[in-house]
Each structure stands twice: as structure tokens, then as C-alpha cells.
């Protein structure tokens, strides 16, 4: 109990304060989101990557978000073959289950549960899991069909992406950043994370759910939630990284569904109903999940 009351209830009620003002003022979310994508996402990318040491570890979390991503795929073909599930609602399935919501719900929990080293981690994850997101997410969504060239249009637009490539150039070259640049840049990627954790809330508290699929709303939330997690214990177990990163790792993929693909599954008409129905339920559910794998770990 102790760390849901440390880790976990700090970042639900801040969710929470998102859920009530959503349902109170209905605000339009798009214009607030897209300051988030365009402007603070960009922003703490940069800082973090400017500021990492680059080593093995980074290569080792690339390693672990491909083969976490192959194994979830995986999983949802033979589970879509042995329960008969068509192509929609095998693409429904896999856009809740294959993409955590790594950033503004494991972002914070990994700041409140490792610090700021582990959440350096989890911004990093982060960045990888939007860029496999932008391109597998909308392949999946779109069933395969023009997906591919939407999906590289999506990754060549994404902010986070130029972030990325910016920071490199003037981490490894002569250029310089003055320190009120800086200043300015920390500020503004500071306020991400509250940002898009209040945005979270509001997601939720627009997602309406009429009639449940049960079975298919379990099996995506015990893949998703319990699944994944075991899944990537065995990867940190296989691959050589250090307590931390593989902590960090382990409590990222045991995030809910990406509230993302409720909008890809909206726009390519792949079975919204369901995927809006796994994200809310898998992001009630890991109040009580979520906890269970911190104290397993620590």
C-alpha cells in the first residue's frame, strides 16, 4: 500500500483533475495536444538527449522495444487464429495491446518510483516507443493497406524525431548552446509531463463505451497488463543491462494502452468501440497492477 499511496496516487489524481475538468467545461483537447507534440515533447527530447551519456544501454533498450514489440505481435496472431478473430478486430487488438502508454502515465510513475536517472530512461523508451507507435500503430489501423507510406510521412513529421537529430548535432559538434537557450528549453520541456498527464484524463473522460466485448476486452487487458510485463522481465534477463534500466523497462511495458490508437482506430475505422473500451479498462485496471509490479520490484 505504501507505494501506491507514493508512486501511483500522485499521478492518478492528476489524471483525475484532467477527468473533471473535461466533464465539467468540455474543452477541446486538439489544440492543448498538439502544444504538447509540437512544442514541449520537443523541447524535453532535446534536453534529454543532449544531456545522456550514450552507451551499450541505449542500444540494448532498441534492441528490447523490438523484440517486446515482435513478441506481442506474436502473441496476438496466435491468439486471433485459435479464437477466430477477424482482421479489424485483430488489428483492434493489436493497437491496445502492442503500444504502452509510456509517457504521460509511465513517465511519472518512473519518476516517483526510480528518480531522475530512471526517468532519463523513461523519456528515451518513450521517444522509441512514438516513433515504432507512428509507423506500427498506423499500419495496423490502416490494415495493412497504405499504411506504410502514411506511417513514414507520420514519422518524418513527428517533432520528437528533428528533437532528436537536433541535440546529437550540437552534443557531438563545435556548436554551442547559451546557458538562457537552455534555460528556456528546460522550462518549456518541464511542463510536458504535468501537461500530458492532465491530457490523459481529459482523454479518458471523453471515451465512451456502449456495449463491452468482454472476451476480447480481457484477453487485450491480461495481455496488455500482465502479458507484456513477463515478457519483458524475460527480455531484461536475456539482454545485459543494468538493475535500473531493466526496472524502468519492466514498468513501462506494464503501462495501460496508449490512448493514441484510439484515435488511429477512430480514423481508420478498425474497430474504435473496442480499442476505446481496452484503453479505458486497462488504464482503471493498472491502479491495481501497476503496484503489484513496483513491489515486486523493489
Known amino acids: 500500500m505504501a507505494i501506491f499511496f507514493q508512486v501511483v496516487l500522485p499521478v492518478v489524481l492528476i489524471f483525475c483533475t484532467g477527468f473533471v475538468l473535461q466533464k465539467v467545461l468540455r474543452l477541446e483537447i ?14 524535453l527530447v532535446f534536453k534529454t538527449f543532449y544531456e545522456a551519456t550514450f552507451d551499450r544501454n541505449y542500444f540494448l533498450m532498441v534492441l528490447f522495444s523490438v523484440f517486446l514489440l515482435i513478441a506481442i505481435l506474436a502473441v496476438n496472431k496466435i491468439g486471433a487464429k485459435v479464437l477466430r478473430y477477424d482482421t479489424p ?7 491496445s495491446t502492442a503500444f504502452m502508454n509510456a509517457g504521460n502515465y509511465g513517465a511519472p510513475i518512473v519518476l516517483f518510483a526510480f528518480g531522475e536517472q530512471g526517468f532519463v530512461y523513461s ?10 507507435m507512428n509507423f506500427f500503430g498506423v499500419y495496423y489501423a490502416a490494415k495493412g493497406t497504405a499504411g506504410i507510406t502514411m506511417a513514414l510521412k507520420q514519422v518524418a513529421k513527428m517533432p520528437p524525431t528533428h528533437a532528436i ?43 465512451t463505451v456502449k456495449n463491452l466485448a468482454w ?13 507484456s510485463p513477463l515478457i519483458a522481465w524475460a527480455l531484461t534477463v536475456i539482454l545485459p543491462m543494468g538493475d535500473l534500466m531493466a526496472n524502468v523497462l519492466i514498468v513501462s511495458a506494464a503501462m495501460p494502452s496508449a490512448a493514441t490508437t484510439t484515435m ?21 485496471l493498472s491502479v491495481v497492477t501497476i503496484p503489484i509490479v513496483l513491489n515486486i520490484l523493489t
Open 89 to 95: 478486430t485483430e488489428s483492434g487488438l493489436i493497437l
Open 215 to 227: 472476451d476480447k476486452v480481457s484477453y487485450a487487458v491480461s495481455v496488455r497488463l500482465l502479458v
Open 123 to 132: 523519456v528515451s523508451f518513450m521517444v522509441l516507443q512514438q516513433i515504432v
Open 165 to 207: 537529430w537536433l541535440a546529437l548535432v550540437f552534443k557531438y559538434t563545435p556548436l554551442s548552446i547559451s546557458d538562457n537557450i537552455m534555460s528556456s528549453i528546460e522550462l518549456v520541456g518541464n511542463a510536458q509531463i504535468p501537461t500530458v498527464m492532465i491530457l490523459l484524463g481529459m482523454q479518458l473522460a471523453n471515451i
Open 30 to 43: 486538439k489544440s492543448i495536444s498538439t502544444v504538447a507534440l509540437y512544442i514541449m515533447l520537443p523541447c
Open 264 to 284: 488511429y482506430a477512430v480514423q481508420f475505422d478498425s474497430k474504435p468501440e473496442l480499442v476505446s473500451s481496452i484503453t479505458l479498462m486497462t488504464t482503471l
